[in-house]
């Protein structure tokens, strides 16, 4: 039989979701039964499989690799559907793990007549099937023309049916993380690509100091107490400080606060962002390896000799906070105010018995809240703050309208907007003994169905303006030696993220070479600033962007510093593919 290579791929990503996928449908429905409304979602997930392994395949199978590739997944598939089916289990990497660690005894538990049946139907027959087709024969241009084509139709198909079912997907990438991992083979496939990564990559995680020659100058004889809030989902155009009409800054408007307008976030989702705002690479030059190899913020502040504490009621720090004291407040043990979950107040207290301890030195504490993370936003609040209703009670975003979704996160600011209050109250007790302050910014934005798109994480360069342009507030003690009057001024310039690391040394006034003045957005273009040291003179000849330092240039030629960069790019590409249609958040 004598077919084309796109039929061929076609067939087999259709015999994929009809043979091999009854794990994942059969956990689908039971969280989105088979009643009317679903049917359509239901439908979707089934097209839109085909659609991603029908692109996995283009891409994968070229020329007479075609067939072996084919062939090889058939078989990997059959024992993968059979694990899932019989097992309920899903192969992640550190199955994969097991499986390369098990010894033939261990494994020979494992063998069944049924595995048989599964390996020989599901398995070795299609191979062989597939192994008699015969592929027509075309020219290298023709069959990269003819990729290219499939390619972007089965790119477009999978897009057209996440913005038809946005509400559904949103909370299927969101709540329902677990039911990806049945998708066959496509997950098994992600987990041995993580799997070869991880293994190759972990022994080069050498983490580069940076600012070792931070200090606090011997004129500086203040102490200063910052309570940097590391806000979640929070836009900009939802703080009415910002012009929302809602009042949803009932406290804040009390204080003498100073709300950025314009404020963008480097990433649009918590992984990116935060390892991002504490890093000394603007968004453009960050990767997650730099963020893991280099040393942050925090780092330098400890350089200097600051406290540094991170509590944090988020998911983690991801990877900012290894160094550094770092308490859960997830838990509740630890969390004090939790009811169906920990709030975000209980990271407050016990602060100031921990200030008390702190007999000398400047202090930072990073509070990384909870704030407006969806889809359940009516779960970020007491019931107290249940003033915008209806809100939408649910994570299922599909049984909401738009309005009610809208009510939900705007009382979930609300709530953040209590917190940041007690923040400043707590500081404001502290203001006699220290020069206090307190910064927040949002790590990310949020779609709240705009353009029929929910939550974030939206890739940066095709993200609307809501998942980047961000919530941020500034709020100084009388004691705190700064013009609030030119800071107000400049409060509606665009800043960003990338202002964060440069900023928050000038407020500690901390002496580095690796502190650039024009990005600090309090002293940038300040007058009034004392001398510059010789090193802040240097570094601000030098472009904006271009991180300072030398143990940060890459390429230097030290072993061990470059290993991983060069062991990553052959899996790069597969690994990104899987990663996107897997819609990772
Ligand atoms: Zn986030």
């Given at each position: 039989?004598?077919?084309?290579?796109?039929?061929?791929?076609?067939?087999?990503?259709?015999?994929?979701?009809?043979?091999?996928?009854?794990?994942?449908?059969?956990?689908?429905?039971?969280?989105?039964?088979?009643?009317?409304?679903?049917?359509?979602?239901?439908?979707?997930?089934?097209?839109?499989?085909?659609?991603?392994?029908?692109?996995?395949?283009?891409?994968?199978?070229?020329?007479?690799?075609?067939?072996?590739?084919?062939?090889l997944?058939?078989v990997l598939s059959?024992i993968t559907a059979y694990f899932m089916?019989?097992y309920d289990v899903v192969i992640d990497h550190t199955m994969i793990q097991n499986i390369t660690q098990t010894n033939f005894k261990e494994a020979a538990d494992l063998?069944?007549?049924?595995?048989?049946?599964?390996?020989?139907?599901?398995?070795?027959?299609?191979?062989?099937?597939?192994?008699?087709?015969?592929?027509?024969?075309?020219?290298?241009?023709?069959?990269?023309?003819?990729?290219?084509?499939?390619?972007?139709?089965?790119?477009?198909?999978?897009?057209?049916?996440?913005?038809?079912?946005?509400?559904?997907?949103?909370?299927?990438?969101?709540?329902?993380k677990p039911?990806r991992y049945y998708t066959n083979p496509t997950y098994a496939l992600y987990s041995l690509g993580k799997y070869l990564n991880r293994t190759f990559t972990t022994a080069s995680t050498?983490?580069?100091?940076?600012?070792?020659?931070?200090?606090?100058?011997?004129?500086?004889?203040?102490?200063?107490?910052?309570?940097?809030?590391?806000?979640?989902?929070?836009?900009?155009?939802?703080?009415?400080?910002?012009?929302?009409?809602?009042?949803?800054?009932?406290?804040?408007?009390?204080?003498?606060?100073?709300?950025?307008?314009?404020?963008?976030?480097?990433?649009?989702?918590?992984?990116?962002?935060?390892?991002?705002?504490?890093?000394?690479?603007?968004?453009?030059?960050?990767?997650?390896?730099?963020?893991k190899?280099?040393?942050?913020?925090?780092?330098?502040?400890?350089?200097?000799?600051?406290?540094?504490?991170?509590?944090?009621?988020?998911?983690?720090?991801?990877?900012?906070?290894?160094?550094?004291?770092?308490?859960?407040?997830?838990?509740?043990?630890?969390?004090?105010?939790?009811?169906?979950?920990?709030?975000?107040?209980?990271?407050?207290?016990?602060?100031?018995?921990?200030?008390?301890?702190?007999?000398?030195?400047?202090?930072?504490?990073?509070?990384?809240?909870?704030?407006?993370?969806?889809?359940?936003?009516?779960?970020?609040?007491?019931?107290?703050?249940?003033?915008?209703?209806?809100?939408?009670?649910?994570?299922?975003?599909?049984?909401?309208?738009?309005?009610?979704?809208?009510?939900?996160?705007?009382?979930?600011?609300?709530?953040?907007?209590?917190?940041?209050?007690?923040?400043?109250?707590?500081?404001?007790?502290?203001?006699?003994?220290?020069?206090?302050?307190?910064?927040?910014?949002?790590?990310?934005?949020?779609?709240?169905?705009?353009?029929?798109?929910?939550?974030?994480?939206?890739?940066?360069?095709?993200?609307?303006?809501?998942?980047?342009?961000?919530?941020?507030?500034?709020?100084?003690?009388?004691?705190?030696?700064?013009?609030?009057?030119?800071?107000?001024?400049?409060?509606?310039?665009?800043?960003?993220?990338?202002?964060?690391?440069?900023?928050?040394?000038?407020?500690?006034?901390?002496?580095?070479?690796?502190?650039?003045?024009?990005?600090?957005?309090?002293?940038?273009?300040?007058?009034?600033?004392?001398?510059?040291?010789?090193?802040?003179?240097?570094?601000?000849?030098?472009?904006?962007?271009?991180?300072?330092?030398?143990?940060?240039?890459?390429?230097?030629?030290?072993?061990?510093?470059?290993?991983s960069?060069?062991l990553v790019?052959p899996s790069l590409?597969m690994w990104?593919?899987i990663q996107?249609?897997l819609?990772k958040?």
């Open positions: 039989m004598k077919t084309s290579q796109t039929t061929l791929h076609f067939g087999s990503a259709l015999a994929f979701v009809l043979f091999y996928n009854t794990a994942f449908f059969r956990h689908v429905v039971t969280v989105y039964p088979s009643s009317l409304p679903n049917l359509g979602f239901l439908a979707s997930l089934a097209v839109g499989l085909a659609a991603i392994l029908m692109l996995l395949l283009t891409l994968i199978g070229w020329r007479f690799a075609t067939k072996p590739i084919l062939a997944l058939f059959a089916n019989n063998l069944s007549v049924k595995l048989g049946c599964y390996a020989l139907f599901l398995g070795i027959l299609p191979a062989v099937v597939v192994s008699r087709i015969e592929i027509k024969p075309v020219s290298w241009e023709k069959e990269i023309l003819t990729k290219a084509r499939v390619a972007l139709l089965c790119v477009l198909v999978v897009l057209g049916l996440i913005l038809l079912f946005s509400k559904f997907y949103a909370s299927f990438f969101r709540e329902h039911l050498v983490v580069r100091p940076l600012g070792k020659d931070a200090h606090i100058p011997v004129t500086d004889t203040d102490r200063e107490l910052i309570i940097l809030v590391v806000g979640e989902a929070a836009r900009a155009d939802r703080f009415s400080l910002n012009g929302y009409p809602r009042p949803t800054n009932l406290f804040l408007q009390q204080e003498d606060v100073i709300s950025f307008s314009n404020m963008y976030s480097s990433g649009t989702s918590t992984a990116f962002s935060v390892p991002c705002m504490f890093s000394i690479y603007p968004r453009d030059q960050f990767s997650e390896q730099k963020g190899n280099t040393e942050n913020l925090l780092d330098v502040l400890r350089h200097a000799g600051v406290n540094v504490l991170w509590r944090d009621n988020n998911s983690d720090s991801k990877g900012v906070a290894l160094r550094v004291p770092y308490q859960d407040y997830k838990q509740p043990g630890v969390n004090t105010v939790c009811e169906d979950e920990c709030r975000d107040e209980g990271m407050l207290v016990g602060l100031q018995e921990y200030i008390d301890a702190q007999q000398q030195g400047d202090i930072l504490i990073v509070l990384h809240q909870m704030g407006n993370h969806g889809p359940a936003y009516f779960k970020r609040y007491p019931a107290a703050y249940e003033r915008f209703t209806p809100a939408c009670q649910t994570n299922q975003l599909n049984e909401c309208t738009n309005e009610e979704i809208g009510n939900a996160y705007d009382n979930a600011v609300l709530y953040t907007d209590a917190f940041l209050a007690r923040v400043i109250a707590l500081l404001k007790k502290n203001s006699p003994r220290f020069e206090t302050a307190m910064v927040y910014v949002s790590d990310h934005g949020e779609s709240l169905g705009e353009y029929g798109i929910y939550l974030h994480g939206l890739p940066y360069a095709m993200a609307p303006e809501t998942q980047k342009h961000i919530a941020s507030i500034m709020w100084f003690g009388d004691s705190f030696k700064i013009d609030k009057q030119a800071l107000r001024d400049k409060a509606a310039s665009r800043f960003s993220h990338d202002n964060l690391f440069h900023t928050l040394l000038g407020l500690f006034e901390i002496e580095t070479a690796v502190y650039n003045q024009q990005l600090d957005i309090v002293h940038n273009g300040s007058e009034q600033r004392r001398e510059p040291s010789p090193a802040r003179h240097m570094v601000n000849q030098k472009k904006a962007e271009t991180p300072s330092g030398p143990q940060l240039l890459p390429a230097d030629g030290r072993p061990g510093y470059n290993r960069s060069t790019p590409p990104l593919l996107l249609a819609a958040r």
